[in-house]
């Protein structure tokens, strides 16, 4: 009899930390996307918007758009000549170094830190839904 009140409450303990660990996956992707918002503010929009060209082409709905087709944007040939298709992959290693994604790209930027390029793309991704 001494053995069962023990194991009640380690059932009870080992249930509501599975629910808090459903909890915080659900609420990670929210929270991504907000840190994502910050570091895209921070490290984007000198050369990007959303909703509108700057040096760089808008960025709403990018995941999954073809490379180089934004209506009007004036890209360079290697990106108008590239078969790249944007995903969270491409973007992993375009925001690493887009040299090794498209060779003689006008884009010179590079993100180090790989937390804040998870949440820019998870940001992103956002945007076209």
Request: hydrophobic residues 45%; glycine residues 10%.
């Amino acid at each position: 009899m001494s053995v069962q009140p023990k194991i009640i409450p380690i059932i009870a303990l080992a249930s509501g930390a599975a629910l808090l660990a459903a909890f915080a996956a659900v609420g990670g992707a929210k929270g991504d996307t907000i840190v994502g918002r910050s570091a895209f503010e921070k490290r984007c929009t000198g050369c990007h918007a959303l909703d509108h060209e700057k040096t760089g082409p808008r960025l709403a709905g990018v995941v999954g758009r073809k490379a180089g087709t934004v209506s009007g944007f004036p890209y360079s040939d290697a990106v108008k000549k590239s078969a790249v298709v944007w995903n969270e992959t491409v973007l992993e290693k375009w925001l690493t170094d887009p040299e090794t994604v498209i060779p003689d790209t006008d884009m010179a930027f590079r993100l180090d830190n790989p937390v804040e390029r998870a949440a820019i793309i998870a940001f992103l991704k956002e945007t076209g839904k």
